[in-house]
């Protein structure tokens, strides 16, 4: 029988090949199973898991099949930054039905481990390796990525699209007028802009609204340079007098003044503990002033993350529940709050990907800190995964959500 299976393939041979492919595969799935554990943090133990509301996980089992998941999955995303050739269908249709059949049937495998269950030490973690390996990349990248105009500087948030724009940079403004209309911005406002980016939402308010003030805090030296030139360039409003730049860590913020309204698009995806950080966030708030949040969350009931991103593209992230922020109203009250659906950020991401390839030629010119054929599989994998995360259940699972909060009473 063997024989005939096995064409002239000799039985013993065959069968000897056969179990010493499996040893080999086996061993390397374990050793990779262990190298994970080593460099992620453990899973919550099984004790802890009936105090852990949150956590939907039970058994040993499940904890393990987290574990294979992500092993496999880190697998096949190393295998893709290495070379494996895949066409970018095949890529999105992979990762379109694979997540598809995850978050409709496996949710818990979009793990739950205990560091993202629990607030961090600080309010934001890692914040000097986050810099070093996203945020601190050359300017240029981000130019020709994100796009800029007179109007509108880089922005690296997900745009409105919903209400029909018809243009990254439409649908860009389209989400800072439905920010400062949610907020209520008023003109003559002190506004404090919280990871301010390179300043695209502190130089539109100023803009729109010619006595605001406005306050840009930014631990990105090369984001912040970007700011100085535009305050020393007299065609840009940052030049008009009214907006300051703090170079300086959220962990280590300080302000002599208090403001009307703190703005922080795009941060907390950065933040670990919400309850020193609105602690932090209440302290720099006048009596009456309004603070609003916008970043990526989940409806999952937990909060989550990607082990891809997490170790190539944003280190220390975290994808807050959507639950998280009124559940913590200790110093500061949730007032409203919105969940935009995911397929607005996708339709930006992929606005992202089509400029990073197109503009390809130069960017390989840059310094990007490793050779340029690793950094765009890097980066092209990380836009286009985020595309598949975002257009999960047709953009309900992941999206942004914003807040508007005020003093607890
Ligand atoms: C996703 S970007 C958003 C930028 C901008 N708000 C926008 O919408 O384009 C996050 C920003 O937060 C800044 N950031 C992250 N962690 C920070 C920290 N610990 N202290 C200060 N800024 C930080 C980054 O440098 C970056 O400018």
Redesign the pocket.
């Given at each position: 029988m063997f024989a005939q299976i096995h064409g002239s393939q000799k039985f013993p041979l065959c069968v000897c090949k056969g179990i010493c492919t499996r040893l080999i595969f086996g061993r390397i799935l374990m050793k990779l199973i262990n190298q994970m554990d080593h460099s992620w943090p453990s899973l919550v133990s099984l004790k802890n898991a009936s105090q852990t509301r949150d956590r939907p996980s039970k058994g040993k089992f499940r904890d393990y099949s987290i574990k294979a998941f992500n092993a496999v999955q880190m697998a096949g995303f190393e295998a893709y930054i290495h070379g494996l050739e895949i066409p970018d269908l095949a890529l999105k249709t992979v990762l379109d039905k694979t997540l598809d059949i995850v978050q409709s049937r496996y949710p818990h495998l979009f793990v739950t481990y205990d560091w993202l269950l629990q607030e961090s030490k600080h309010l934001?973690e890692g914040?000097k390796e986050?810099?070093a390996i996203q945020?601190d990349l050359p300017t240029r990248l981000f130019q020709r990525m994100l796009t800029e105009s007179q109007e509108i500087y880089p922005?690296?948030?997900m745009a409105l699209w919903e209400n029909g724009a018809d243009s990254l940079q439409e649908a860009q403004r389209q989400m800072l007028d439905d920010v400062f209309e949610k907020i209520g911005i008023e003109d003559g406002d002190t506004v404090l802009d919280l990871?301010?980016?390179w300043g695209?939402?502190s130089n539109y308010l100023l803009q729109k609204f010619p006595h605001a003030q406005v306050t840009g805090?930014?631990?990105?030296h090369e984001?912040c340079n970007y700011m100085r030139d535009k305050m020393a360039d007299p065609t840009s409003t940052l030049s008009s007098g009214r907006f300051t730049l703090c170079e300086q860590?959220?962990?280590q913020a300080n302000f002599d003044q208090r403001f009307d309204k703190i703005i922080a698009?795009?941060?907390f995806e950065?933040v670990g503990n919400l309850t020193k950080s609105f602690e932090q966030l209440a302290s720099f708030l006048t009596d009456n002033g309004k603070v609003f949040l916008h970043f990526i969350s989940s409806r999952l009931p937990h909060n989550t993350y990607s082990p891809y991103l997490n170790r190539y593209i944003f280190p220390n992230m975290r994808i807050w529940s959507y639950e998280a922020v009124p559940q913590h109203n200790q110093h500061l009250k949730t007032l409203d709050q919105w969940y935009l659906r995911g397929h607005n950020y996708a339709q930006t991401l992929q606005c992202w990907l089509q400029n990073f390839d197109q503009h390809q030629e130069e960017i390989r010119t840059l310094e990007l800190g490793m050779n340029y054929a690793r950094f765009r599989r890097i980066w092209r994998l990380y836009l286009i995964l985020c595309i598949a995360y975002f257009n999960m259940d047709r953009g309900n699972l992941l999206g942004n959500a914003q807040y508007l909060l005020g003093h607890a009473d």
């Open positions: 934001a914040s986050l810099m945020y922005k690296y948030t990871g301010c980016g695209a939402s805090l930014n631990l990105s984001q860590d959220f962990n698009i795009g941060l950065h």
